[in-house]
């Protein structure tokens, strides 16, 4: 099968594009001349709407104006001597109803606005149009006629005029000039030679724009006219009376008898578009012709290089390698011509050439090609970029000014073995760069053999692992070193204490294990942010560097947490000790000096606890717990401490940790109970109690609060207790609101902070308390001054939403915490409760008589109640009485007992309790 030429190609292309161009322009010729009919149609419709609502408009108002006069007495009395005066002032109110009169029904016109021209009284019966209305008896409108005086087209509309006894009495008629019914149609609104104007039902001409054939008053034989009255409404193609085929619109006037009709030469329907077309026509093959010249122009700049390049190929075929293609015409047809340029070219190189340069330039890598004997005979460009050398630099020395030092001969002896023995080579190696810089590459080494298996070439490539080597080194940072203080981690500190310990257990030496933990750093953070308190860290890690010998290591857990490792203290234990509590002292005499962050002075403190060991018997997670636990009781016994571990203290925080587990147990066990202490008023009446909770614990019998509760707000397990006390609480008086001999009782429950601090935990109570449908002010919150340390603004906000709903506050162990009289003006309580360390020697010391003094009238200026709790003696009860205070608690009133106990000693006969 032949080919087809491009010039063939591209006449296809231009005939494939100008086919659809031809019958997208007559698509546009055929909607033209669509649009073109309808739009001539529309103003035809629109223009005799317009002569309907101008024309019908005349008429009405004509109509009305005569059947007004009709109306009116004077013309009813059809009385020559009393004539309407009405009828001579309608000149003045429109000319063209200045010729009224009226008649009676012999046709003798009694009255009329203007005088008859001959003199003489008229006579209207025998008048076409006076018979009409005779015979209509109501309005009418006449057929056009000459006007006896005027020679003008008159048209008359005439009414009735009626008596009182409701019978045709006589006839008020209004002759209009046919010109009357004009509507005023813009003459740009149709085409020349357009016709318009009127016809009467019978077929007779009222009224046209034009009239040369003098067909006004006539009845048209033509047969437009015939079918502009049998159609009467709507849209006709006909033959009009000048022989002209006309397009014709035709609009009744409603209640006249009348037909508008409007038309135009069918041939300005199509005339527009017609002139649109044909310019259409020549442009698009104007177009078409265009672009054919243009494609014969490109096939012919396409076809000549092409036609060229094709010689020159079928020369090389034959062998001639000298010949080259013209590279002119198009840019795609020179790229392809000199592409076969540089091919024969490139064919014409040595074989031996093409196989260095395949080995040596086919990668990006940096490439080093020497001959047999090691010289260097050409480098590329990565290469050089790698190194620093250029191809003059190196050319014809060995590699050997590469080597950096760091390799001994045996590692390039063994290079070249496994060389000679493989054909190849690869590893890492270090180098040195032309500006005298070592850097680590990834070296690659291929022997290049000849046909007979000798080695001609070796070729070398690198890779710079530079980078690598970084990252390798980050890598290697963010696993054993903290990014914050680059000191040792987790990680490390037990790699190098597992060391340690293997080492002591060889050498028979104590190391030391000291874990310290910053004081007060979690204030610095809140106050002045974490980017403060990371300086302090910097500064801290630091200082300890400083402290300790340089064998030793400083590492940081996380937080405010460092951990010291020391090695090889000695062999006596005694004098180990000393040399850790020196060291000690060192550490904290260096963190005791101001440290100077952005601009702010702190003064920082630690604690410390120190665990010593000897040998491998122990794990090393052992040790960390070990110092861990001597750290917390350096914070227990005032902060600012170095504490060693002992047995004892093992002991204190296992037991912690079993009581923790038990806890969790006794949550789901339901080993919690209650119990409550008497509330009661300055004449010994109950008024209600304080809820407190007691722990049945399986092993170890009946638990105080000050045994577990410390624990629960540790671990977080106060929460699900304190929510259990509270849904206990509204339990208990629920069923007391169900007995009347209870109802009155309140009950305060004692609510910790951390309850204050979760962020639900308004909710929660109010849940409890629509649960179980309580008196919410029954219940009463007793919440502790330590409360207000932290985040004070939330606290008082949770406060104030529990107490719009009724829910009562009292401050425990007041005057022993670290309240300020602002917060106790904004807090939302009712009570102050006095602490029993203010009761308890009140008697006789009178300092604590001034302070409960004091409370007591305190918290009446700001209208608190006021409750002593520890009231244990009768003399206690009678001078509180006398300072004051009017609600009290303690063993005077009797011991925290279950609800049983209680409910019955209310139903005492006095309903007191004897003190």
């Known amino acids: 099968m032949r080919a087809v030429s491009i010039r063939t190609h591209v006449m296809i292309l231009v005939l494939t594009v100008s086919i659809p161009l031809l019958l997208l322009i007559a698509y546009a010729i055929y909607s033209d001349m669509q649009q073109s009919i309808l739009h001539t149609k529309s103003a035809l419709r629109i223009v005799g709407e317009t002569m309907v609502r101008n024309t019908g408009s005349k008429i009405s108002r004509a109509k009305q104006i005569l059947e007004k006069l009709a109306a009116r007495p004077l013309v009813k009395l059809r009385d020559p001597e009393h004539c309407d005066p009405v009828l001579t002032s309608l000149k003045s109110l429109n000319p063209e109803y200045a010729n009224i009169g009226y008649s009676n029904l012999t046709g003798r016109v009694v009255c009329s606005a203007v005088p008859s021209p001959t003199g003489k009284p008229l006579n209207m019966f025998n008048a076409p149009w006076y018979q009409t209305v005779l015979r209509k008896q109501s309005f009418s409108i006449s057929k056009p006629f000459l006007g006896p005086f005027t020679k003008k087209w008159v048209i008359v509309l005439s009414t009735p005029i009626w008596n009182d006894d409701l019978e045709m009495a006589g006839v008020i008629s209004m002759p209009l000039d046919s010109n009357s019914f004009d509507p005023n149609i813009p003459a740009h609104l149709l085409p020349e030679n357009s016709r318009y104007g009127y016809f009467s039902e019978d077929g007779t001409m009222v009224w046209r724009n034009v009239d040369p054939d003098h067909l006004i008053g006539t009845r048209p034989e033509s047969d437009s006219a015939q079918k502009i009255v049998s159609v009467r409404q709507g849209e006709f193609e006909s033959v009009a009376f000048d022989g002209l085929a006309r397009y014709i619109s035709v609009t009744p006037i409603p209640d006249t008898g009348l037909i508008a009709f409007v038309s135009v030469p069918a041939s300005s329907l199509y005339a527009e578009a017609k002139r649109r077309a044909f310019k ?10 265009a672009l054919l010249l243009i494609a014969l122009a490109i096939s012919r700049r396409i076809t000549k290089p092409v036609m060229a390049l094709e010689q020159a190929s079928r020369a090389v075929r034959e062998g001639n390698l000298n010949v080259r293609a013209v590279a002119e015409g198009p840019r795609e047809v020179v790229d392809v011509a000199l592409e076969f340029n540089q091919m024969i070219e490139t064919q014409q190189m040595n074989l031996e050439e093409l196989r260095i340069a395949a080995s040596a330039f086919e990668s990006h890598e940096s490439m080093m090609i020497t001959d047999a004997n090691a010289r260097i005979l050409r480098v590329n460009g990565a290469f050089t970029r790698s190194t620093g050398y250029s191809q003059g630099d190196i050319e014809g020395k060995t590699p050997r000014v590469l080597k950096s030092g760091r390799h001994d001969e045996y590692f390039y002896r063994e290079m070249w073995r496994s060389l000679n023995e493989s054909g190849e080579w690869s590893g890492e190696i270090w180098d040195r760069r032309k500006s005298g810089e070592v850097f680590p590459k990834w070296l690659s080494i291929t022997a290049v053999k000849n046909a ?12 710079d692992i530079s980078e690598l080597k970084l990252a390798e080194e980050k890598i290697n940072n963010l696993a054993y070193f903290d990014p914050l203080t680059m000191l040792p981690n987790r990680r490390l500190l037990m790699d190098r204490l597992q060391h340690a310990m293997e080492t002591s257990a060889r050498a028979g030496t104590f190391g030391a294990l000291m874990f310290m933990d910053l004081d007060n750093f979690k204030s610095l953070n809140d106050t002045l942010g974490h980017e403060v308190g990371d300086l302090l860290l910097k500064q801290v890690a630091e200082r300890l560097n400083d402290s300790v010998r340089k064998g030793d290591t400083v590492s ?24 850790v509590e020196n ?20 003064n920082c403190t630690a604690s410390i606890g120190v665990t010593l060991f000897a040998g491998n018997d122990k794990q090393s997670d052992d040790l960390m717990k070990q110092a861990d636990i001597a750290m917390y009781q350096s914070k227990k016994s005032g902060k600012n401490m170095v504490s060693f571990f002992d047995g004892k203290m093992q002991e204190i925080v296992s037991k912690r940790m079993r009581l923790e587990v038990d806890m969790r147990k006794a949550v789901t066990q339901q080993q919690f109970r209650m119990y409550y202490h008497r509330l009661v008023d300055d004449n010994l009446n109950l008024y209600g109690a304080e809820a407190l909770i007691r722990w049945q614990h399986p092993d170890h019998g009946f638990l105080m609060p000050s045994e577990f509760i410390p624990l629960a707000e540790d671990t977080g397990m106060i929460l699900p207790i304190g929510h259990w006390v509270i849904a206990e609480a509204c339990r208990l008086l629920a069923d007391w609101s169900a007995n009347p001999n209870l109802a009155g009782l309140c009950l305060s429950v004692n609510i910790s902070a951390k309850q204050f601090h979760l962020p639900t935990f308004a909710e929660e109570v109010l849940a409890l308390i629509n649960h179980y449908g309580i008196n919410p002010e029954k219940l009463k919150f007793e ?9 004070v603004e939330e606290i008082i906000g949770r406060m104030n939403l529990l107490r719009t709903h009724g829910i009562r506050f009292a401050l425990d162990d007041f005057g022993t915490g670290y309240s300020s009289l602002q917060y106790l003006k904004r807090l939302p309580i009712d009570q102050l409760k006095i602490d029993q ?35 244990e003696t009768e003399a206690q009860f009678q001078l509180l009485k006398e300072l004051g205070c009017k609600h009290f608690q303690g063993f005077m009133f009797g011991f925290p007992v279950s609800r049983d106990n209680l409910e019955a000693s209310i139903l005492s006969p006095s309903g007191k309790f004897a003190a």
């Open 280 to 289: 259409s026509t020549i442009a698009g093959l104007a177009v078409i012709s």
């Open 452 to 463: 007979a298996g000798v080695v001609t070439h070796y070729v070398c490539s690198h890779i």
């Open 556 to 579: 940081r857990l996380g937080g405010d947490e460092f951990v010291v490792l020391l090695e090889n203290l000695g062999i006596r234990q005694n004098e180990v000790a000393a040399q």
């Open 583 to 602: 060291i000690s002292q060192k550490i904290m005499t260096a963190l005791a000096h101001t440290f100077y962050l952005d601009m702010h002075e702190f």
């Open 783 to 791: 919440v502790t001054e330590s409360m207000l340390l932290d985040r």
């Open 837 to 871: 360390s203010f009761v308890r020697d009140i008697k006789h010391n009178e300092s604590d008589q001034a302070i409960v003094r004091t409370i007591i009238a305190m918290a009446h200026s700001l209208n608190l109640d006021v409750i002593s709790e520890g009231v």
